[in-house]
């Protein structure tokens, strides 16, 4: 299994960078997670559109989801068409950017797999097991398995011991990480820091842990040193051009 980061952001795009988007590959099926902000143009670089064998999005905050709309003009208006594209997504995730075109310009394009956080499913080569995880709008964190190797990711997550859960004894953790040490109050429940990050995969006994969904303009370096304190693994940050191979 290989994870590419093809950006790292939260909320917007800092200049020169996208917001959340993970190409995940195992025998040679592409699974792309959360197509966010400034995505599709850094995915191009990696692979063509229609090479995508399916989508799956934790939850319908724009920097999670919106670049889906440029992903299946990529593929439904080209002179020969891509396949049609299976999303895998919360009920009514992607009703605002499903419906950013008439309703008869994509709808050959995709087949909207609609699932409940908790339900588990194949695809492709993977098993995704998903779990529902607090923040502000409903959010699936995910975790990937194949061939004796597991990927787990967190969407946007406050803290809870079912993170512990879901990450237990993964290969990676791929963990949103807004702050640095300390969340603001009125956000605390819905969002991580680095700190609580590097806590969570210290408890899981994860073997790697990479921090996204940085808040623009955070020095990566200090993510990485608060998330030190608490777990003494391989730490990277969320950027594009990190790879890694399970």
């Known amino acids: 299994m290989r994870l590419t980061v093809l950006g790292g952001c939260g909320a917007w795009p800092a200049a020169g960078q996208a917001c959340s988007g993970y190409l995940v590959e195992e025998a040679g099926y592409r699974l792309w997670i959360d197509p966010g902000y400034a995505i599709v143009p850094r995915l191009l670089m990696v692979v063509d559109a229609s090479a995508i064998d399916a989508v799956l999005v934790t939850h319908g905050h724009p920097d999670h989801c919106a670049d889906l709309n440029p992903l299946l003009r990529a593929r439904a208006l080209p002179d020969v068409a891509a396949s049609r594209l299976p999303i895998y ?5 992607l009703d605002a950017v499903l419906h950013l075109d008439g309703p008869k310009m994509l709808a050959a394009a995709y087949s909207l797999c609609e699932f409940t956080a908790g339900n588990s499913f194949e695809l492709g080569p993977f098993r995704v097991d998903t779990c529902s995880l607090p923040h502000y709008v409903p959010n699936a964190g995910v975790r990937l398995s194949a061939s004796g190797r597991t990927l787990v990711y967190t969407g946007d997550s406050g803290p809870t011991s079912d993170l512990v859960r879901l990450a237990s004894a993964a290969d990676l953790l791929l963990a949103e990480a807004t702050y ?11 969002l991580s820091s680095a700190r609580d990050s590097g806590g969570v995969a210290s408890e899981a006994q994860v073997g790697h842990l ?7 303009g955070t020095d990566p370096e200090a993510a990485r040193a608060s998330a030190q304190r608490a777990f003494a693994g391989p730490i990277d940050v969320a950027r594009l051009g990190v790879v890694a191979d399970l």
């Open 180 to 190: 640095v040490d300390d969340v603001p109050a009125a956000e605390a429940r819905y």
């Open 89 to 93: 997504a919360l009920p009514g995730a």
């Open 210 to 216: 990479i921090l996204t969904h940085l808040w623009p």
